[in-house]
């Protein structure tokens, strides 16, 4: 039998898995079922691409759910009263300096499901993230990154 996963998360990265679960058991399910109802309406099913196109949703809408639920399921929510800031963790918030650009970034080491670089959230299973991870302030890591090795500077620790 295959192992569970446990996806380790924040309460706020469960709440969205729980509202995305809650919109696509019901409005995304009932415009699927009214889109079949159309498509069928159109009458012989064998050459029907509307139909097609409606069952395709639908078998993704389902494994979505289904994603959604194992997620949910297996969901691992870190108490942020545990959290600490001596240094970079699960849910910490780290300003980091790049040194070959002296750009500076901030994110929240957050879990593989909530993972969303581009607005702050970093993976802690990421490259980044990974080096972050039991840095302190002023460490310097190095992250082997697809574009290469990124000398890092953690610059500050905080929720």
Not at 37 to 52: C, M, R, T
Not at 87 to 109: M, P
Not at 144 to 157: F, K, N, S
């Amino acid at each position: 039998m295959a192992e569970i996963k446990r996806l380790t998360m924040t309460r706020e990265g469960l709440e969205k898995l729980k509202e995305e679960l809650e919109y696509k058991e019901t409005t995304e399910k009932m415009r699927i079922a009214e889109q079949l109802k159309v498509a069928i309406s159109y009458g012989d099913l064998s050459e029907n691409a509307e139909y097609d196109a409606a069952k395709n949703d639908q078998a993704a809408l389902e494994q979505r759910i289904n994603e959604l639920r194992a997620m949910i399921e297996n969901a691992v929510v870190v108490d942020e009263s545990t959290i600490n800031t001596d240094a970079v963790g699960f849910g910490t918030r780290v300003t980091i300096v790049d040194l070959e650009d002296d750009e500076e970034e901030t994110y929240t080491i957050v879990g593989t499901s909530e993972s969303d670089p581009l607005n702050g959230r970093l993976s802690n299973e990421s490259p980044v993230g990974a080096a972050l991870i039991g840095a302190h302030v002023n460490d310097v890591v190095v992250a082997q990154t697809p574009g290469g090795a990124r000398r890092l500077r953690v610059v500050d620790i905080a929720l």
